[in-house]
């Protein structure tokens, strides 16, 4: 059992992990992890129970989901300390202190980049996108919920990417960012915003044919995605 007076990092910029002075933390089985994970996307909010079954098993809850729900949370409890999850009625309340998340860190840091000079805003965003450890959540792919939740977050980290690379543009790191930016381009072909700073960065490097090419590539791409069924 966790000592209830130790600080943890809570981890779900990537499979979800808690460690508590370097130490990592056994959450037990997968139902308990995505509970947790359920619990920690909405931190000292009180979660109702029916919310967190949803999300658990979906539209085809087995009967007895309330009393596992109850199993996972006494399960946590004795991982994490019987003060940090509360519980409210017929609802829970995962308890955790500023910095404890690392979403809430990441949220923290993109807000001070974007308040900072361009040489800070790049450090910052930088700084915000060296949390991630691959896909948010990424161990937890048999859970109905998490699926939303993780898109949702990638969908945070591609939009603060982009921000990170106008930063580094602004501060004419053009060359640097074209080589980044044909990879992103290859995983995202879609993505408008990308393909359109790929462009600019080529452009403003002197590489104006390779720029026309890119601006090709993308009206191919995007005409292909439109006549799609």
Do not use: C
């Amino acid at each position: 059992m966790a000592d209830e007076r130790a600080g943890f990092e809570f981890k779900l910029l990537g499979p979800l992990e808690v460690t508590s002075g370097g130490r990592a933390i056994s959450l037990g089985g997968q139902k308990q992890r995505a509970l947790l994970a359920l619990l920690l996307l909405r931190p000292n909010e009180v979660v109702p129970r029916d919310r967190l079954i949803d999300g658990l098993w979906g539209d085809s809850p087995p009967g007895s989901a309330a009393n596992a729900l109850q199993v996972a949370v006494h399960g946590l409890r004795k991982a994490l300390g019987s003060e940090r999850i509360e519980t409210q009625g017929t609802a829970y309340r995962i308890r955790v202190q500023p910095g404890e998340v690392d979403v809430q860190h990441f949220e923290r840091l993109v807000e001070e980049a974007r308040r900072a000079t361009s040489t800070r805003a790049a450090e910052g965003l930088r700084e915000a996108l060296a949390l991630w450890r691959g896909p948010a959540l990424a161990d937890l792919d048999h859970t109905p919920s998490i699926e939303t939740e993780r898109s949702r977050l990638d969908e945070r980290r591609l939009t603060v990417l982009e921000e990170r690379i106008e930063a580094d543009l602004a501060l004419g790191r053009h060359g640097e960012v074209a080589g980044e930016l044909d990879a992103f381009v290859m995983e995202h072909p879609y993505r408008e915003r990308l393909r359109h700073l790929l462009m600019l960065a080529l452009y403003r490097s002197g590489r104006q044919a390779e720029a026309l090419n890119a601006y090709q590539d993308a009206r191919r791409a995007l005409v292909g995605e439109l006549a799609r069924p």
